[in-house]
């Protein structure tokens, strides 16, 4: 569970303690100015153009854009695709930033939760690096300082000695998560454990956080526990295919309340072809027929979570327009702004090797 008495100070935002709810008033003012933010979100008109340039004409267009800023700032020491990926990095976390500036202490806990995410990946990232010998030199510019964890919690992170003191260190996690992932990790070398023990460790903050937020925040928690549900469903479906005992699988994976029924079937389910036959006949036989389709013939999960992410996406954007004065707008804006730059990297890394259009077409997420 969550770590109580973690707290980043006057700037940070205290964790509740288990039980409590969440109190959530109207903000007028920060509504008005995520939307504002919002306004400057890349629209199909952009990506139609971005698709037709080259990376060296991406960069100059999005110069004119939002990114001017960290482009500028990492354009001294790196070029082309590397450069793009640390400004879009560093604009993503710039913004968040923002957004917990200008917004009262109850909705920065909220943003801050969103942003649980955000620590659990630049864990990861941290470990990845200690484990390939990584300079800590070298590993700010990847960084997302953002959520419960400042540039220099970050840093001081990256220069421990060990995997183990990085995770002893981390604050924000119950040390007791990583026991069993640890042991692993010195008999086996790998880092698998370690990551799964970090992905089960969000999985139950999210579920119990969910429960302790009242009525405002309903679209709140439903989108925590739609993507809980669909990172679920992705996880599962990969163990599968690993040919995972079932036994293996129910312990790594942690799912909402709402979907245990499905994932109990996919878990018992006898092969990943039969868990993924299992979403045709639910609530997301509409959106995943192309998806399902690719994983039949070849494997393949992008199509099948990019498409759940589009699902969920729009489900937001319908839900922001028809409120648009209560804590949605923000949630709306900060999942829009994450798939932007998921679009951005994507569509340069498409670039770099040379991946036609109809590839990028079926992979990007607008609004």
């Known amino acids: 569970m969550l770590q ?143 959520g419960f964890m400042s540039e220099k919690n970050l840093s001081d992170l990256a220069r421990k000695e060990s995997v183990e003191d990085i995770l002893s260190a981390a604050n924000f996690v119950d040390f007791r998560y990583f026991t069993n992932a640890l042991e692993s990790f010195k008999a086996t070398s790998s880092i698998s454990e370690i990551e799964n023990a970090l992905d089960r460790f969000y999985c139950s903050a999210m579920r119990e956080f969910s429960k302790r937020l009242p009525d405002e925040g309903r679209l709140f928690r439903e989108f925590l526990e739609s993507e809980l549900e669909i990172t679920t469903i992705i996880n599962i479906l990969r163990l599968k295919r690993a040919n995972m005992a079932a036994k293996d699988i129910g312990r790594l994976v942690v799912a909402p309340e709402s979907s245990s029924a499905l994932v109990k079937k996919m878990i018992a389910a006898q092969t990943a072809g039969d868990a993924a036959r299992l979403l045709e006949q639910g609530r997301f036989k509409a959106s995943v027929e192309g998806g399902l389709r690719e994983f039949h013939e070849n494997g393949s999960l992008i199509r099948l979570e990019t498409d759940l992410s589009r699902q969920l996406l729009r489900k937001l954007i319908l839900l922001m327009h028809q409120h648009p004065l209560t804590v949605d707008v923000i949630l709306g804006y900060m999942f829009a702004k994450e798939i932007e730059v998921r679009n951005l990297k994507l569509l340069l890394k498409a670039k770099q090797l040379g991946l036609g259009e109809g590839f990028i077409e079926q992979q990007i997420i607008t609004m």
């Open 4 to 146: 109580g008495r973690y707290s980043a100070g006057k700037e940070g935002y205290a964790l509740l303690g288990k039980g409590r709810r969440l109190r959530l008033g109207k903000y007028p003012y920060t509504y008005a100015r995520t939307s504002f933010m919002r306004s400057f979100l890349l629209g199909k008109d952009d990506y139609n153009k971005l698709m037709k340039m080259d990376v060296n004409e991406m960069i100059g267009y999005l110069e004119s854009s939002q990114y001017r800023k960290e482009i500028d700032e990492f354009a001294v020491q790196f070029k082309g695709v590397r450069l793009m990926e640390l400004a879009l990095n560093r604009n993503l976390a710039n913004t968040w930033l923002k957004l917990k500036r200008i917004s009262p202490p109850s909705l920065r806990v909220l943003i801050a939760m969103y942003l649980l995410r955000v620590d659990v990946w630049n864990l990861k990232t941290i470990v990845r690096a200690k484990y390939t010998k990584l300079s800590p030199e070298q590993l700010p510019p990847m960084l997302l300082p953002s």
